[in-house]
């Protein structure tokens, strides 16, 4: 009698431990089931997508304000290095720094064959409503040219001599500007004095 009681405890204890078995295979289950209708590989993948999403815009606008940001002295020594293959079109500096540079000529040679290039130009200043005229080979090519951060663009001939000539400053200053060759990839900035030229000679590559 004693052994036939044990032997139903042994057996009611074997149910109890399948059924908990299948309860948890049961669970396993159907939670599987919920990540594979969810369309998720594992519990929280959504979450996690998302969270990952975020962190990667947030390096991508870190990135782009490091590259693009320069402080003002850094801004000044590119400037006084005369010319550079690094700054965008319409780089400028605030308008009353004072940089000490010299008018110069510059001779730009490389440029691919017979023809034409484009020559970009603005005031590294600002808008200082500065006046100029351009000239190409001694021709006039604009005959008054109002300097200010928005970048202007001309075309002129290679070979060619491109001719720079201050007519008036606003600001009783010689007048600042940089001329960017995009096929070079120079930028250069220079001065000229009212009534006084400075000359770009472009020489191509035979």
Excluded: C
């Amino acid at each position: 009698m004693k052994k036939q009681k044990e032997y139903k405890q042994k057996l009611l204890k074997s149910e109890q431990t399948d059924h908990s078995i299948v309860n948890h295979h049961q669970e396993e289950q159907l939670t599987s089931k919920k990540t594979e209708e969810d369309g998720e590989l594992f519990i929280g993948e959504k979450k996690f997508r998302t969270g990952l999403g975020w962190l990667t815009i947030f390096f991508i606008i870190l990135l782009f304000f490091t590259e693009t940001t320069m402080s003002q002295e850094e801004g000044i020594e590119v400037i006084q290095n005369r010319v550079s293959h690094a700054v965008e079109s319409g780089f400028t500096i605030e308008t009353d720094t004072e940089i000490q540079i010299d008018a110069r000529d510059f001779e730009i040679t490389g440029f691919d064959g017979l023809g034409e290039a484009r020559m970009l130009i603005w005031d590294y200043r600002g808008d200082t409503g500065n006046e100029i005229q351009i000239l190409a080979d001694g021709q006039v090519i604009r005959e008054v040219h109002r300097l200010n951060s928005n970048v202007a663009a001309y075309s002129v001939p290679v070979p060619g001599v491109i001719t720079i000539r201050g007519l008036e400053s606003h600001a009783a200053q010689p007048i600042t500007y940089a001329v960017k060759f995009p096929e070079r990839k120079e930028t250069i900035f220079n001065l000229v004095p009212v009534n006084g030229t400075n000359q770009y000679t472009l020489i191509p590559r035979f």
